[in-house]
């Protein structure tokens, strides 16, 4: 299936600083979407973004597809320890499943 | 009623017994998903049905069974697990089975293989 890598691994920020993650695949994706799992938790789906140059908000995320279909970012403002999880990319595989991406633990010191 | 249920939330099993793990949704979705996943990686599909048909087996070793009763549920049956399969075991299900279909997933069932 189609790789997505993401990066960084890991992130520790203190409260109320932004928090960015990104994610990029070799091949041209049809859809991204972006699952944010709690310590000790489940993925629980976030968004997913179809259309190049697609930007989407939620509150204080904003979620960005490449124009080229290639990559996308998750960006939180100003970070609360509400943010604490591990977030993850998932492009297509093959046709029935997610490829999903190593994730990016996000870390949130008061 | 967007909730995907797993029974048992926690199992410990010997390398010889027989175990299975549930999972139920009642969301109308056809697409069934069980997934593995290690401490600190992402989810690693196992198997994927599709309208109650296996779909996909990620080439997963065979002491691993699936099973589809129906649209509802779908099990997985456990026997000679290796300790290195310990692991949260995700289900999830969408409306149907194609990649563009959002996936919900179930709390999970924490193995831990002795």
């Known amino acids: 299936g189609q790789q997505v890598m993401q990066i960084p691994q890991y992130q520790h920020v203190q409260e109320g600083e932004d928090f960015t993650t990104y994610c990029n695949s070799s091949?041209?994706?049809?859809?991204i979407q972006w699952y944010k799992q709690r310590p000790g938790g489940h993925p629980v789906f976030l968004i997913q973004l179809v259309k190049s140059g697609e930007v989407k908000k939620q509150k204080r995320l904003t979620f960005q597809f490449g124009e080229a279909k290639k990559n996308s970012s998750l960006h939180i403002t100003a970070t609360q320890t509400t943010d604490v999880g591990t977030y993850f990319c998932a492009g297509p595989s093959s046709g029935y499943a997610l490829n999903f991406g190593k994730g990016t633990s996000l870390l949130v010191t008061p | 009623d967007t909730e995907v249920t797993q029974t048992p939330k926690h199992l410990v099993m010997g390398m010889t017994n027989k175990k299975s793990l549930k999972c139920e949704q009642h969301?109308?979705?056809?697409?069934m998903y069980w997934y593995k996943q290690k401490a600190k990686k992402p989810p690693e599909l196992m198997f994927v049905y599709s309208y109650e048909k296996l779909s996909i087996n990620e080439s997963v070793p065979s002491r691993f069974s699936p099973e589809c009763p129906n649209s509802s549920l779908l099990n997985l049956h456990l026997h000679a697990l290796q300790p290195e399969d310990s692991a949260l075991y995700l289900c999830a299900s969408s409306r149907v089975g194609t990649a563009q279909e959002t996936q919900y997933f179930g709390p999970g069932t924490r193995l831990l293989v002795l």
């Open positions: 091949t041209t994706l049809s859809n």
């Open positions: 969301m109308g979705h056809r697409a």
